[in-house]
């Protein structure tokens, strides 16, 4: 048997195995086919961060041809991304080499896109980077998009199979969007990323299921005449409302978020970010509980209870900055990032940070023969410093919200989870046009006091392990992937004891 040959029956016998273990799923989803098939909706506004490795290309097409785009707040839409900052001297052969490539990435003029993927794992597979499109340890999703001028609906149904969900399909993905007065109005289930980083992100990631909600964006950017907010360059902002789930201690609580970025100079991206976790039954959900919940912190939802004074409905908030520094070299493209959130358990005045988190790290792009390279490296620190208390159980965690910072019970920010020291060091290499190859070092400190909740469990055990993920194309509109996840030990996550090896297999198609 020839290796082509070989390869063809070991996919054949995962598609098998997927297709065993979804099967009693199988008659509910014959109508989700059909409306894909039918393509009766048919890209999307929002390029997201499963395609990063599309915009590592493009930040360094755009560093080489020295102008800007913004990349720290997923998902991106292609609007601003068409409209580079300008700080310099630049050609239009320049400008037309980024647009062909933008073109080129992100299928410009097409309107219609229909895809099916097909996720296999011999385990939940729990370690992801920002742009790893599973969370299932099973699953089969079919997806449907249409983009007009004006108007942009995607849709997204997932069948499912883990040990995490009670639900059986998902809608992650799915969302409506219309554009009006340089800005993008929308409801729906929207992963976001808030930051530079690429493996955790302290205030909002896309580690778990988004909630529903609706959401407010910039689409091109907004610039300013303002002798001070001209130096800001062009800023672009997001604003989201989604509702939580019922199962928790306060049920169905809202959860805000505002971020806005800005680029002063060439290089240089700074970003603000908070959320707001507050409402849910028996709280106040009102707009002057929003207003004190948002301009006055320490007073929550109750109008009775005075600023930085403890009471019985309280908002659970987050926010910091985080910035990006770029440094165009010779042979690629380094950059340096840095993001601080602080929490908010202590409001005093003369410490409104004393609770915070930090992240940093560092990449390096670079091109070989034309194909793209990343070394990327990372470290990030859930332990909460603080001016009078050791840190502990402070980050992600809450007095009346005591659910916590989670959703279903997976972290909304760091996938670490609280009290926990992580680093990673990452090399991506592109093999040829259609293939590429990553390998992960990681090493977790996860609860390192012992005490209180971890989706890692409360031992505190160090571990470490490799991933390495390859991607390729079996034909012009087939890719795979697959991944192995190599641990030093068995892991526990939400009391399920994990495999130390962990293989998985994806299969998407374009239609």
Aim: no cysteine; proline share 3%; aromatic share 14%.
């Amino acid at each position: 048997m020839n290796n082509n040959n070989l390869l063809l029956y070991f996919i054949i016998k995962f598609l098998h195995r997927v297709l065993k273990q979804i099967k009693p799923l199988m008659k509910h989803i014959v109508i989700i086919i059909f409306f894909v098939l039918t393509n009766f909706l048919g890209a999307s506004v929002f390029i997201g961060s499963e395609d990063e490795f599309k915009i590592k290309k493009l930040e360094l097409l755009s560093s080489n041809e020295n102008f800007n785009i913004h990349t720290t707040s997923y998902p991106l839409n292609r609007s601003s991304l068409n409209n580079p900052e300008n700080f310099g001297l630049i050609t239009i052969g320049q400008l037309i080499e980024y647009k062909k490539a933008l073109n080129k990435y992100f299928e410009k003029g097409k309107k219609f896109n229909s895809q099916i993927v097909l996720r296999n794992f011999s385990d939940d597979s729990m370690i992801k980077n920002i742009d790893d499109n599973w969370f299932f340890q099973n699953s089969v999703s079919l997806s449907n998009s249409y983009t007009d001028k004006n108007f942009s609906i995607n849709l997204n149904i997932s069948a499912i199979d883990d040990s995490y969900n009670e639900k059986k399909f998902l809608l992650n993905g799915t969302n409506i969007s219309f554009s009006k007065w340089n800005m993008i109005f929308g409801v729906g289930f929207i992963d976001r990323w808030w930051g530079p980083s690429h493996h955790n992100n302290l205030i909002l990631s896309n580690y778990g299921n988004p909630p529903p909600g609706v959401y407010l964006e910039s689409l091109e950017g907004f610039s300013f005449k303002n002798r001070v907010l001209s130096n800001l360059g062009k800023i672009n902002f997001s604003i989201f409302i989604n509702r939580l789930e019922k199962n928790r201690h306060v049920p169905n609580p809202f959860l805000n978020g505002t971020r806005v970025t800005f680029n002063p100079i060439k290089n240089l991206y700074l970003g603000l970010s908070r959320t707001i976790m507050m409402g849910g039954d028996g709280k106040r959900e009102d707009f002057k509980a929003f207003r004190r919940a948002f301009f006055e912190p320490g007073s929550g939802e109750n109008p009775e209870i005075k600023s930085g004074i403890k009471g019985d409905n309280v908002s659970n908030q987050l926010a910091g900055y985080d910035v990006k520094y770029d440094i165009s070299l010779e042979k690629g493209l380094l950059s340096i990032y840095f993001q601080q959130i602080a929490e908010d358990a202590d409001t005093g005045d003369t410490s409104p940070l004393s609770a915070y988190m930090n992240s940093f790290g560092s990449e390096f792009k670079f091109n070989i023969n034309g194909l793209l390279n990343s070394i990327i490296i990372e470290f990030t620190k859930t332990i909460t410093e603080d001016h009078y208390r050791n840190g502990r159980n402070i980050a992600y965690e809450h007095g009346v919200y005591q659910s916590g910072y989670r959703y279903r019970g997976i972290p909304i920010g760091a996938f670490i989870d609280t009290d926990s020291k992580y680093i990673q060091i990452s090399y991506l290499k592109e093999v040829n046009d259609s293939d590429r190859i990553n390998f992960d070092l990681f090493y977790a400190e996860p609860n390192k006091d012992n005490d209180g909740r971890n989706v890692w469990g409360s031992a505190g055990e160090p571990f470490f392990g490799l991933k390495t993920k390859y991607k390729f194309k079996l034909a012009k509109n087939l890719s795979t992937s697959f991944v192995l996840t190599l641990s030093d030990k068995k892991l526990l996550y939400l009391d399920k004891s994990l495999s130390k090896n962990i293989l998985g297999f994806i299969a998407e198609y374009n239609f």
